[in-house]
């Protein structure tokens, strides 16, 4: 492996990454010193950009609104938390508590199938509209068992 002139900086650092090489220990440490003080300067900003469960959120949202419009239906712009405020956090398709602490995704996490999934009660697919009268809190696993359909209850 053939180490660049200025190796034990920055630059060596992405010189070695551009090259494809194995990075060497003083460029590592050039590269982690500045990492360093740059968080150190603006803690705030690292925190925010680090934080999972947001971005998580807005993944979520960007995803809804972008499948709302391939199908032509109506999209307002809601978040997770506004469905909570105005339905609760029982699941309306079975009528039982949902637990908000359990992890969003399907198969991983402690009680997943518990946890909360923002459920369509018309599907998009089916013509349904991506907006806060269209959509109720379910749990994952009943959220999943529904599917594409329409809930029918009976009265």
């Known amino acids: ?24 220990q003083n460029c590592r440490n050039a590269q982690n010193e500045y990492d360093r003080k740059r968080f150190e300067k603006n803690p705030d900003y690292f925190r925010k950009k680090n934080k999972k469960n947001d ?6 949202t960007r995803w809804r ?5 391939k199908n032509n239906a109506i999209v307002e712009k809601y978040i997770d938390l ?8 029982i699941c309306h398709i079975c009528n039982k508590k949902i637990d908000l602490s359990a992890s969003r ?3 991983i996490g402690y009680n997943w199938q518990n946890g909360l999934h923002i459920d369509h009660v018309i ?13 109720r809190p379910s749990h994952a696993i009943c959220n999943i068992k529904k599917g594409k359909h329409m809930l029918v209850k009976e009265m």
């Open 82 to 89: 506004d469905v909570i405020n105005l339905y609760g956090s």
């Open 55 to 60: 971005n998580l959120d807005k993944k979520r």
């Open 123 to 135: 599907p998009i697919i089916m013509g349904g509209s991506d907006t806060l009268d269209n959509v």
């Open 65 to 69: 609104r972008r499948e709302a419009l």
């Open 1 to 24: 492996m053939k180490n660049p002139a200025n190796c034990g900086t920055r630059s060596g650092y992405n010189r070695h990454l551009k090259l494809k090489e194995e990075v060497c």
């Open 105 to 107: 995704r399907c198969g």
